[in-house]
């Protein structure tokens, strides 16, 4: 078999259910009582159990095997929930997210797992129990009971639940012909077509053992499907190689006749409220959940990441042409040509938003690994910290879902270290022993807004200033004028940390000044507010997207360049007597202040214009965070959506160049980065 | 035997120069650049190559050796080695040639001013005809503009 055409899907969808697996942990954590999450964990991990041993990684499957074995005591309520399953859980998901990176990076996916199969065995078998001097010896005893054909109250209720809404509900007994060599592989037929038509409660022996064909001839399952009798047995009965099928239809009446011939034990009070209220409703829930998961899963494709690339160049490629054509046909003025130029430039625009869209991700997929972050942390720190997530499905052009990762962790881990502090204090100061830290993101304009904000001790001022004249970064007399937001900025300069002592999360002293660059990178900005004792908030300014900007066109001598929109204040137009000189540097009056002039003739040492100077000075003004520069130019020419090419890998760290692009005319045009035109 | 090799020949003033034809992208006509400012000298900018934006170079001035004006044959010759991909605007280039691997010498220090080191040797071809082949790894440089660079900087 070729293996290499199912990896990516292998890796993909392990990934997925990694996820899954993560977040219905956390979730667990919170309620753990409730069984439908358990139901779900054991769903994923069964089926990633499958696909790693298809795909032949052993360890990954054995890992998967030895946990799946703890989930399925839990979901029966053979064992309950503490902090040890817990912790030995996640453990398991740690090192088989790691197995899965291993593969994607090339590896084998290969691990030592032998510890941890051993505390899940401990976990299966109770001696972990035991080990803590808590002596709950019928643990093995239950297990026993797991292989006669009993139903606990959560698949009952799912049972009743199916009646209730007019589902038949059915007990099946499917008999496999004596001569059939390949039993397990029937019984996944009959699996496969009843899963197809309905939801397979319970069976028995169960589906592992079934899949590993340690069962005789015949087994049993419970069943709920909207056919009728007749008809289930005839779905049945076509796989091959079946000799019988026994369907009982069941009623609430011989369920219950049933359940109670069954002798319950002493837990059964505990569980049968349950069964009661919660299971009862989570089971709609979970037929909800599946009856969505399905529309989705019709209703998306994946695509290769490269495919798109592919298709975003090809759609850039028409963008130029589509701006050719508009000059053409503005030199042409003929009518016919107009209006079908105009028509294509409609279609392009609408074609342009879809593949911009395409290459949206919503940014759950980088949030998502923050709560587990966050638990992990504030557990090593011994704090109490709650994450609360909002905008999750707020869209992001791909390139950028991929840079933003490590700055977030950086920023939340601060908050998390230097933000919150301990419980102690928290109730000392009057606030809540649990911190919150929100993390928000949302569309406004052309931006996408990431905020973490946190509810914790805020920046301290004085201590910052303290901190940035010792290493030098600003003289005493500077910092009594500072505003509170140039002190916070302070924070992003390289070699800052103001934690007391360097904790393992942050306080290195760098991480802030990388986390702004790399946003920066990303044409993004930060901002920060703070309130002492109240908390901190981060602001990260994003564009929507890198390939497609809109800029400002320029002519300086005889050459074109572009000015990204996002950097230009204004454009305006001075008279050059207005110019005056501070130590030899050009300088013109802005609003309230001085700012300094820059030519760019004379920063990209142009060759002369052939065309007459005009008598006005052409300017444009660009920021960059507070700091505000006037550029020279010698005329506007307009502006335009661009599309960013790379300048290639011959040519590197051009000066005040951030990229080029193709004009309408077929001629390449340089983009400045006026953010190094700053000094 | 050697191996034949399929080269692409152009002309530099009246040597003779050779690049394998599995190196050579394209061959193209002058065409209007776009000047970048603050690169070296011999970088004459870059041109829209179908869609891509792709740096040039004049080899003449690459080696160091006076510059000419563009006539009717000037041609760019795209090259593309590892990542990069460059245009390198030559005399004139019209001709694709065999060479036997047994025919090329290790180049003498110098030839027509250019260093040894930009030279993978020099093929006889013919009775008195030299191809000089070029060696694009060390042409294409990337480090080399880096220095020059800081030099102009100084």
Request: no cysteine; net charge negative; proline share 7%.
């Given at each position: 078999m070729e293996v290499n055409q199912y990896l990516s899907m292998f890796i993909d969808e392990s990934k997925d259910h990694l996820q899954a697996m993560n977040d219905n942990l956390l979730a667990l954590e919170n309620?753990?009582?409730?069984m439908t999450i358990v139901q779900n964990i054991f769903r994923s991990a069964h089926t990633l159990k499958g696909m790693s041993a298809t795909m032949g990684f052993e360890d990954l499957a054995h890992l998967t095997h030895e946990m799946e074995n703890v989930l399925d005591l839990l979901r029966n309520q053979k064992l309950t929930m503490d902090d040890f399953i817990f912790d030995v859980l996640f453990k398991g998901l740690d090192s088989l997210e790691a197995m899965v990176y291993d593969i994607i990076e090339g590896?084998?996916?290969?691990?030592?797992?032998s510890a941890l199969v051993a505390s899940l065995q401990s976990i299966v078998s109770g001696d972990y129990k035991s080990q803590a001097g808590q002596q709950t010896g019928n643990v093995p005893a239950k297990q026993e009971e797991s292989n006669s054909r009993q139903l606990d109250e959560f698949q009952v209720s799912i049972l009743k639940q199916s009646m209730e809404q007019g589902v038949h509900a059915y007990s099946i007994e499917v008999t496999i012909r004596e001569d059939c060599v390949l039993k397990a592989a029937r019984a996944y037929m009959v699996f496969e077509a009843l899963e197809h038509n309905g939801e397979v409660i319970q069976s028995s022996p169960s589906v592992q053992d079934i899949e590993n064909e340690k069962f005789d001839r015949s087994f049993a399952v419970y069943y709920v499907t909207g056919l009728d009798q007749e008809a289930l047995t005839a779905l049945v009965g076509n796989v091959s190689e079946i000799e019988g099928v026994h369907a009982l239809l069941l009623t609430p009446e011989s369920l219950d006749e049933q359940q109670q011939s069954?002798?319950?034990?002493?837990?059964a009070k505990p569980a049968q409220e349950a069964a009661d209220d919660k299971p009862a409703g989570g089971g709609k829930a979970r037929q909800a959940q599946g009856n969505q998961a399905a529309k989705v899963a019709n209703r998306t494709i994946r695509v290769d990441i490269e495919r798109l690339d592919v298709l975003m160049n090809l759609f850039s490629e028409l963008l130029i042409d589509r701006v050719r054509l508009e000059s053409l046909a503005e030199e042409i003025r003929k009518n016919e040509l107009t209006e079908t130029v105009e028509h294509m430039a409609r279609v392009s625009s609408d074609l342009q938003n879809i593949v911009l869209k395409l290459r949206m991700v919503p940014v759950e997929s980088v949030f998502n690994r923050f709560p587990r972050m966050i638990r992990d942390i504030s557990k090593s720190l011994e704090k109490k910290v709650e994450l609360e997530i909002a905008g999750a499905d707020t869209e992001l052009d791909r390139t950028v879902i991929d840079e933003i990762g490590d700055p977030l962790v950086h920023l939340l881990r601060n908050s998390v270290d230097h933000g919150v502090e301990m419980p102690s204090e928290r109730t000392s100061n009057g606030k809540p022993e649990t911190g919150t830290i929100h993390l928000r993101a949302y569309h406004s304009g052309n931006h996408v807004f990431i905020e973490i904000e946190d509810d914790g001790k805020g920046i301290d001022r004085e201590k910052v200033l303290k901190t940035a004249i010792k290493n030098n970064v600003v003289t005493a007399e500077q910092a009594n004028t500072m505003e509170d937001t140039e002190v916070y900025q302070l924070l992003f300069a390289s070699g800052f940390s103001t934690a007391d002592k360097i904790s393992d999360i942050s306080g290195?002293?760098?991480?802030l000044d990388v986390v702004k660059s790399k946003i920066e990178q990303l044409g993004g900005h930060v901002f920060v507010e703070s309130k002492l004792g109240a908390g901190t908030k981060f602001s990260i300014q994003l564009p929507l997207t890198l390939s497609i900007i809109s800029a400002m066109l320029i002519r300086v001598g005889n050459e074109k360049y572009a000015i990204p929109l996002s950097s230009i204040v204004e454009t305006m137009a001075i008279d050059p007597g207005k110019i005056r000189h501070v130590h030899g540097n050009p300088m013109i009056n802005y609003r309230e202040g001085v700012i300094p002039l820059v030519s760019l003739k004379q920063v990209f040492e142009c060759p002369a214009s052939d065309e007459a100077e005009s008598e006005e000075l052409n300017l444009i003004i660009v920021s960059k965070g507070e700091k505000i520069i006037s550029l020279e130019v010698e005329e506007f020419i307009g502006q335009q959506e661009i599309v960013l090419k790379s300048i290639g890998k011959y040519l590197p760290n051009l000066f005040g160049i951030s990229g080029a692009t193709i004009l309408g005319d077929g001629q390449v045009s340089l983009i400045i980065d006026p953010n190094a035109l700053f000094k | 035997m050697g191996e034949e090799l399929k080269v692409i020949v152009f002309a530099l003033g009246d040597e003779e120069y050779g690049v394998e034809v599995d190196k050579v992208r394209t061959i193209e006509r002058m065409a209007p650049m776009t000047r970048v400012p603050k690169?070296?000298?011999?970088?004459?900018g870059v041109i829209n190559l179908r869609g891509i934006v792709t740096p040039i170079i004049d080899l003449r001035g690459r080696f160091g050796i006076e510059e000419a004006e563009h006539t009717e044959s000037t041609r760019i010759v795209i090259v593309a080695y590892g990542d990069l991909e460059v245009g390198m605007i030559v005399d004139a280039a019209n001709d694709v040639m065999d060479v036997n691997s047994d025919a090329i010498e290790d180049p003498p220090e110098v030839v027509g001013g250019i260093k040894a080191k930009y030279l993978r040797g020099v093929a006889k071809v013919g009775e008195d005809r030299l191809l000089i082949l070029l060696n694009l790894e060390e042409v294409l440089n990337k480090n080399e503009i880096v220095q020059l660079e800081q030099l102009e900087d100084k």
């Open positions: 309620a753990p009582d409730d590896g084998s996916g290969k691990a030592d797992v069954q002798k319950q034990q002493a837990d290195r002293g760098v991480g | 690169t070296p000298d011999f970088v004459k």
